[in-house]
Protein backbone atom coordinates (compact mmCIF):
# COMPACT_ATOMS: atom_id res chain seq x y z
CA UNK A 1 0.00 0.00 0.00
CA UNK A 2 2.70 2.81 1.30
CA UNK A 3 4.85 2.09 -2.01
CA UNK A 4 1.45 2.15 -4.28
CA UNK A 5 0.60 5.64 -2.54
CA UNK A 6 4.51 7.21 -2.82
CA UNK A 7 3.99 5.74 -6.62
CA UNK A 8 0.18 7.89 -7.04
CA UNK A 9 2.23 11.18 -4.91
CA UNK A 10 5.04 10.78 -7.52
CA UNK A 11 3.34 10.45 -11.06
CA UNK A 12 1.53 13.67 -9.36
CA UNK A 13 4.64 15.90 -9.21
CA UNK A 14 5.78 14.66 -12.92
CA UNK A 15 2.03 15.48 -13.72
CA UNK A 16 2.94 19.04 -12.49
CA UNK A 17 6.18 19.40 -13.84
CA UNK A 18 5.27 18.11 -17.04
CA UNK A 19 2.37 19.92 -17.66
CA UNK A 20 3.56 23.71 -16.36
CA UNK A 21 6.20 22.97 -19.22
CA UNK A 22 4.01 22.16 -22.54
CA UNK A 23 2.00 24.90 -21.34
CA UNK A 24 5.05 27.48 -21.32
CA UNK A 25 6.62 25.56 -24.64
CA UNK A 26 2.86 25.90 -26.13
CA UNK A 27 2.32 29.81 -25.30
CA UNK A 28 5.85 30.67 -26.61
CA UNK A 29 5.32 29.06 -29.81
CA UNK A 30 2.38 30.18 -30.37
CA UNK A 31 4.01 33.52 -30.13
CA UNK A 32 6.37 32.61 -32.33
CA UNK A 33 4.39 31.68 -35.02
CA UNK A 34 1.78 34.16 -34.59
CA UNK A 35 -0.86 31.98 -34.29
CA UNK A 36 -3.54 31.61 -31.47
CA UNK A 37 -2.82 28.79 -28.87
CA UNK A 38 -5.93 27.96 -29.46
CA UNK A 39 -4.62 26.16 -32.89
CA UNK A 40 -1.28 24.93 -30.67
CA UNK A 41 -3.83 23.31 -28.61
CA UNK A 42 -6.23 21.81 -31.32
CA UNK A 43 -2.83 20.18 -32.88
CA UNK A 44 0.72 19.82 -31.37
CA UNK A 45 -0.76 19.69 -27.59
CA UNK A 46 -3.82 17.15 -28.31
CA UNK A 47 -1.87 15.54 -30.39
CA UNK A 48 1.17 14.56 -28.07
CA UNK A 49 -0.82 14.61 -24.94
CA UNK A 50 -2.74 11.53 -26.69
CA UNK A 51 0.18 9.72 -28.18
CA UNK A 52 0.87 7.64 -25.48
CA UNK A 53 -2.61 6.04 -25.77
CA UNK A 54 -2.17 6.10 -29.95
CA UNK A 55 0.62 3.85 -28.81
CA UNK A 56 -0.99 1.49 -26.31
CA UNK A 57 -4.43 0.91 -28.77
CA UNK A 58 -1.91 0.08 -31.71
CA UNK A 59 -0.67 -2.82 -29.73
CA UNK A 60 -3.68 -3.93 -28.79
CA UNK A 61 -5.32 -4.20 -32.16
CA UNK A 62 -1.69 -5.86 -33.66
CA UNK A 63 -2.80 -8.61 -30.64
CA UNK A 64 -6.60 -8.34 -31.99
CA UNK A 65 -8.21 -6.59 -29.38
CA UNK A 66 -9.98 -4.23 -31.00
CA UNK A 67 -12.85 -4.25 -28.51
CA UNK A 68 -10.18 -2.80 -25.63
CA UNK A 69 -8.91 -0.24 -27.74
CA UNK A 70 -12.52 0.91 -28.61
CA UNK A 71 -13.22 0.60 -25.12
CA UNK A 72 -10.17 3.30 -24.71
CA UNK A 73 -10.96 5.78 -27.24
CA UNK A 74 -14.45 5.92 -25.82
CA UNK A 75 -13.35 6.30 -21.84
CA UNK A 76 -10.73 8.97 -22.89
CA UNK A 77 -13.77 10.92 -25.09
CA UNK A 78 -16.09 11.22 -22.24
CA UNK A 79 -13.37 12.06 -19.56
CA UNK A 80 -12.04 14.72 -22.15
CA UNK A 81 -15.46 16.15 -22.35
CA UNK A 82 -16.92 15.76 -19.03
CA UNK A 83 -14.37 15.74 -16.93
CA UNK A 84 -11.16 17.54 -17.98
CA UNK A 85 -13.33 20.72 -19.25
CA UNK A 86 -15.52 20.31 -16.22
CA UNK A 87 -12.78 20.66 -14.16
CA UNK A 88 -11.59 23.73 -16.13
CA UNK A 89 -14.99 25.65 -16.48
CA UNK A 90 -15.00 25.11 -12.40
CA UNK A 91 -11.71 26.82 -12.21
CA UNK A 92 -12.34 29.82 -14.05
CA UNK A 93 -15.37 29.78 -17.14
CA UNK A 94 -14.17 28.39 -20.61
CA UNK A 95 -13.85 31.55 -23.43
CA UNK A 96 -15.16 29.61 -26.43
CA UNK A 97 -14.34 31.52 -30.11
CA UNK A 98 -15.63 32.03 -32.67
CA UNK A 99 -13.79 29.25 -34.56
CA UNK A 100 -14.41 26.43 -32.28
CA UNK A 101 -18.28 27.25 -32.56
CA UNK A 102 -18.79 27.00 -36.12
CA UNK A 103 -15.49 24.10 -37.10
CA UNK A 104 -14.42 21.71 -33.96
CA UNK A 105 -17.17 22.00 -31.91
CA UNK A 106 -19.46 20.91 -34.77
CA UNK A 107 -16.62 18.81 -35.90
CA UNK A 108 -16.47 16.87 -32.77
CA UNK A 109 -20.37 16.02 -32.70
CA UNK A 110 -20.49 14.63 -35.95
CA UNK A 111 -17.68 12.38 -35.66
CA UNK A 112 -18.38 11.19 -32.30
CA UNK A 113 -22.02 10.95 -33.22
CA UNK A 114 -21.02 9.02 -36.05
CA UNK A 115 -19.00 6.55 -33.82
CA UNK A 116 -21.66 6.50 -31.39
CA UNK A 117 -24.50 5.54 -34.13
CA UNK A 118 -22.31 2.99 -35.63
CA UNK A 119 -21.29 0.96 -32.70
CA UNK A 120 -25.13 0.76 -31.09
CA UNK A 121 -26.34 -0.05 -34.29
CA UNK A 122 -24.24 -2.19 -36.47
CA UNK A 123 -20.88 -2.09 -35.57
CA UNK A 124 -18.00 -1.26 -37.45
CA UNK A 125 -16.48 -1.70 -40.85
CA UNK A 126 -13.16 -0.91 -41.35
CA UNK A 127 -14.03 1.51 -44.64
CA UNK A 128 -16.07 3.24 -41.97
CA UNK A 129 -12.71 3.58 -39.73
CA UNK A 130 -10.98 4.83 -42.90
CA UNK A 131 -13.40 7.53 -43.35
CA UNK A 132 -13.02 8.82 -40.10
CA UNK A 133 -9.59 8.71 -40.29
CA UNK A 134 -9.34 10.87 -43.51
CA UNK A 135 -11.91 13.36 -42.41
CA UNK A 136 -8.85 13.90 -39.59
CA UNK A 137 -6.44 14.16 -41.82
CA UNK A 138 -8.15 16.69 -44.26
CA UNK A 139 -8.95 19.06 -41.13
CA UNK A 140 -5.56 18.55 -39.99
CA UNK A 141 -4.28 19.67 -43.01
CA UNK A 142 -6.62 22.72 -43.33
CA UNK A 143 -5.91 23.74 -39.73
CA UNK A 144 -2.42 23.50 -40.05
CA UNK A 145 -2.05 25.61 -43.49
CA UNK A 146 -5.05 27.78 -42.20
CA UNK A 147 -2.72 28.95 -39.56
CA UNK A 148 0.18 28.82 -41.40
CA UNK A 149 -0.66 31.15 -43.95
CA UNK A 150 -2.81 33.40 -42.37
CA UNK A 151 -0.91 34.22 -39.09
CA UNK A 152 -4.12 34.03 -37.05
CA UNK A 153 -3.09 37.24 -36.18
CA UNK A 154 -6.37 38.36 -34.74
CA UNK A 155 -6.11 35.74 -31.49
CA UNK A 156 -2.47 35.58 -31.57
CA UNK A 157 -0.88 36.75 -27.67
CA UNK A 158 0.24 39.96 -27.31
CA UNK A 159 3.89 39.88 -26.90
CA UNK A 160 4.50 42.60 -24.14
CA UNK A 161 7.83 42.59 -25.35
CA UNK A 162 6.95 43.59 -28.67
CA UNK A 163 8.82 40.36 -30.37
CA UNK A 164 5.41 39.53 -32.01
CA UNK A 165 5.21 42.93 -33.68
CA UNK A 166 8.75 43.45 -34.55
CA UNK A 167 9.17 41.41 -37.68
CA UNK A 168 13.04 42.39 -37.42
CA UNK A 169 12.98 40.25 -34.34
CA UNK A 170 13.04 36.99 -35.49
CA UNK A 171 13.71 34.14 -32.73
CA UNK A 172 17.17 33.04 -32.37
CA UNK A 173 17.28 29.16 -33.85
CA UNK A 174 18.30 28.80 -29.95
CA UNK A 175 15.23 29.72 -28.91
CA UNK A 176 13.44 26.95 -30.65
CA UNK A 177 15.67 24.38 -29.22
CA UNK A 178 14.60 25.26 -25.73
CA UNK A 179 11.09 25.50 -26.72
CA UNK A 180 11.43 21.89 -28.70
CA UNK A 181 13.43 20.58 -25.15
CA UNK A 182 10.81 22.01 -22.87
CA UNK A 183 7.64 20.38 -25.05
CA UNK A 184 9.23 17.17 -25.81
CA UNK A 185 10.48 17.05 -22.06
CA UNK A 186 7.09 18.21 -20.81
CA UNK A 187 5.02 15.05 -22.98
CA UNK A 188 7.38 12.87 -21.47
CA UNK A 189 6.97 13.51 -17.84
CA UNK A 190 3.12 13.90 -18.83
CA UNK A 191 3.39 10.44 -20.20
CA UNK A 192 5.37 8.89 -17.78
CA UNK A 193 3.60 10.38 -13.99
CA UNK A 194 0.20 9.58 -16.03
CA UNK A 195 1.04 6.13 -16.31
CA UNK A 196 2.63 6.27 -12.28
CA UNK A 197 -0.06 8.07 -11.21
CA UNK A 198 -2.47 5.53 -12.78
CA UNK A 199 -0.85 2.21 -11.61
CA UNK A 200 -0.47 3.82 -7.81
CA UNK A 201 -4.33 4.39 -7.97
CA UNK A 202 -5.03 0.70 -9.07
CA UNK A 203 -3.07 -0.56 -6.80
CA UNK A 204 -4.58 1.09 -3.65
CA UNK A 205 -8.00 0.41 -4.80
CA UNK A 206 -7.14 -2.78 -5.42
CA UNK A 207 -5.59 -3.03 -1.81
CA UNK A 208 -8.37 -1.75 -0.05
CA UNK A 209 -11.16 -4.18 -1.83
CA UNK A 210 -12.40 -2.61 -4.81
CA UNK A 211 -12.79 -4.94 -7.50
CA UNK A 212 -10.55 -4.77 -10.53
CA UNK A 213 -13.36 -4.15 -12.92
CA UNK A 214 -14.40 -1.49 -11.11
CA UNK A 215 -10.99 -0.08 -11.69
CA UNK A 216 -10.92 -0.36 -14.91
CA UNK A 217 -13.76 1.17 -15.66
CA UNK A 218 -13.01 4.35 -13.09
CA UNK A 219 -9.61 4.56 -12.43
CA UNK A 220 -8.25 3.56 -15.60
CA UNK A 221 -9.76 5.68 -17.94
CA UNK A 222 -9.46 8.78 -16.00
CA UNK A 223 -5.74 7.67 -15.83
CA UNK A 224 -5.05 7.57 -19.36
CA UNK A 225 -6.48 11.13 -19.48
CA UNK A 226 -4.34 13.07 -16.88
CA UNK A 227 -2.12 13.96 -19.33
CA UNK A 228 -4.97 16.29 -20.82
CA UNK A 229 -6.25 16.93 -17.63
CA UNK A 230 -3.37 18.70 -15.96
CA UNK A 231 -2.51 20.48 -18.97
CA UNK A 232 -5.93 22.11 -18.79
CA UNK A 233 -5.73 22.66 -15.41
CA UNK A 234 -2.75 24.52 -15.72
CA UNK A 235 -3.08 26.12 -18.68
CA UNK A 236 -6.47 27.70 -17.04
CA UNK A 237 -4.79 28.78 -14.09
CA UNK A 238 -2.39 30.68 -16.47
CA UNK A 239 -5.15 32.34 -18.40
CA UNK A 240 -5.03 30.36 -21.32
CA UNK A 241 -8.72 28.74 -21.69
CA UNK A 242 -8.43 28.78 -25.68
CA UNK A 243 -5.31 26.47 -25.15
CA UNK A 244 -7.62 24.15 -22.73
CA UNK A 245 -10.16 24.04 -24.89
CA UNK A 246 -7.82 23.07 -28.04
CA UNK A 247 -6.05 20.82 -25.79
CA UNK A 248 -9.63 19.13 -24.37
CA UNK A 249 -11.55 19.02 -27.93
CA UNK A 250 -8.42 18.15 -30.24
CA UNK A 251 -7.80 15.30 -28.26
CA UNK A 252 -11.37 14.03 -28.57
CA UNK A 253 -10.59 14.29 -32.22
CA UNK A 254 -7.72 12.84 -32.48
CA UNK A 255 -8.87 9.95 -30.67
CA UNK A 256 -11.78 9.51 -33.24
CA UNK A 257 -10.10 9.98 -35.83
CA UNK A 258 -6.87 8.87 -36.26
CA UNK A 259 -6.69 6.38 -32.98
CA UNK A 260 -9.28 4.64 -34.02
CA UNK A 261 -9.29 5.17 -37.22
CA UNK A 262 -6.41 3.20 -37.16
CA UNK A 263 -6.70 0.35 -35.15
CA UNK A 264 -10.50 0.15 -37.34
CA UNK A 265 -8.37 -0.47 -40.13
CA UNK A 266 -6.13 -3.18 -38.41
CA UNK A 267 -8.91 -4.96 -35.97
CA UNK A 268 -12.14 -3.67 -36.63
CA UNK A 269 -13.91 -3.95 -33.09
CA UNK A 270 -17.64 -4.98 -32.24
CA UNK A 271 -19.30 -3.09 -29.38
CA UNK A 272 -20.67 -6.12 -27.33
CA UNK A 273 -23.06 -4.78 -24.06
CA UNK A 274 -20.97 -3.34 -21.49
CA UNK A 275 -20.05 -0.25 -24.28
CA UNK A 276 -23.71 0.57 -24.77
CA UNK A 277 -23.84 2.80 -21.90
CA UNK A 278 -20.36 4.56 -22.65
CA UNK A 279 -21.00 4.75 -26.43
CA UNK A 280 -24.64 6.47 -26.15
CA UNK A 281 -23.06 8.82 -22.98
CA UNK A 282 -20.10 10.41 -25.48
CA UNK A 283 -22.51 10.76 -28.27
CA UNK A 284 -25.06 12.85 -25.92
CA UNK A 285 -21.68 14.74 -24.75
CA UNK A 286 -20.39 15.28 -28.06
CA UNK A 287 -23.94 17.00 -29.27
CA UNK A 288 -24.41 18.51 -25.87
CA UNK A 289 -21.27 20.41 -26.24
CA UNK A 290 -23.28 22.53 -29.09
CA UNK A 291 -25.51 24.73 -27.09
CA UNK A 292 -23.18 24.32 -24.04
CA UNK A 293 -20.74 26.07 -26.14
CA UNK A 294 -23.64 29.25 -27.66
CA UNK A 295 -25.20 29.96 -24.08
CA UNK A 296 -23.78 32.45 -21.23
CA UNK A 297 -21.78 34.67 -23.58
CA UNK A 298 -20.23 32.14 -25.73
CA UNK A 299 -18.46 30.56 -22.73
CA UNK A 300 -18.66 27.45 -20.35
CA UNK A 301 -19.46 28.46 -17.05
CA UNK A 302 -18.69 27.45 -13.70
CA UNK A 303 -22.70 26.12 -13.68
CA UNK A 304 -21.75 24.42 -17.08
CA UNK A 305 -18.98 22.87 -15.49
CA UNK A 306 -20.63 21.44 -12.57
CA UNK A 307 -23.12 19.76 -14.55
CA UNK A 308 -20.70 18.23 -16.92
CA UNK A 309 -19.18 16.69 -13.10
CA UNK A 310 -22.17 15.67 -12.42
CA UNK A 311 -23.18 13.90 -15.67
CA UNK A 312 -19.73 12.00 -15.45
CA UNK A 313 -20.34 10.99 -11.92
CA UNK A 314 -23.85 9.90 -12.39
CA UNK A 315 -22.29 7.63 -15.42
CA UNK A 316 -19.16 6.35 -13.15
CA UNK A 317 -22.28 5.07 -10.64
CA UNK A 318 -23.83 3.59 -13.16
CA UNK A 319 -21.12 1.57 -14.53
CA UNK A 320 -19.90 0.76 -11.59
CA UNK A 321 -23.31 -0.96 -10.45
CA UNK A 322 -23.52 -2.44 -13.80
CA UNK A 323 -19.81 -3.73 -13.54
CA UNK A 324 -20.85 -5.42 -10.22
CA UNK A 325 -24.08 -6.88 -11.70
CA UNK A 326 -22.53 -8.40 -13.84
CA UNK A 327 -20.18 -10.69 -12.29
Known amino acids: MLQNFLQFLGGLVLLIVGGRLLVS ?5 AKRLRVSPLVVGLTLVAWGTSAPELALNLVSAGKGRGNLALGNVVGANICNMALVLGLCALIRPLLVTER ?12 LGFMAFLGLASGFQPWEAGLMLGVFGAYSMWTIMAALRQGDRKNAPKDPKGLAEDPARVP ?3 SWVMIGTCFIGGLA ?7 LASDGASGIAIAMGIPSAVVGVTIVSIGTTLPEMMTGVLAVRKGQT ?4 GNAIGSCLFNAGAIFGIVGLLSPP ?3 GTLLIPLGYMGILAIALIPISRTFGRKVSRLE ?3 LL ?3 AAFLTLSTVLVQHQK
Open 189 to 195: LLSFGGS
Open 100 to 111: LVRVEILLNAAV
Open 310 to 312: ASY
Open 242 to 245: DLAM
Open 305 to 307: GGV
Open 172 to 174: SPM
Open 25 to 29: ASVDT
Open 270 to 272: VAD
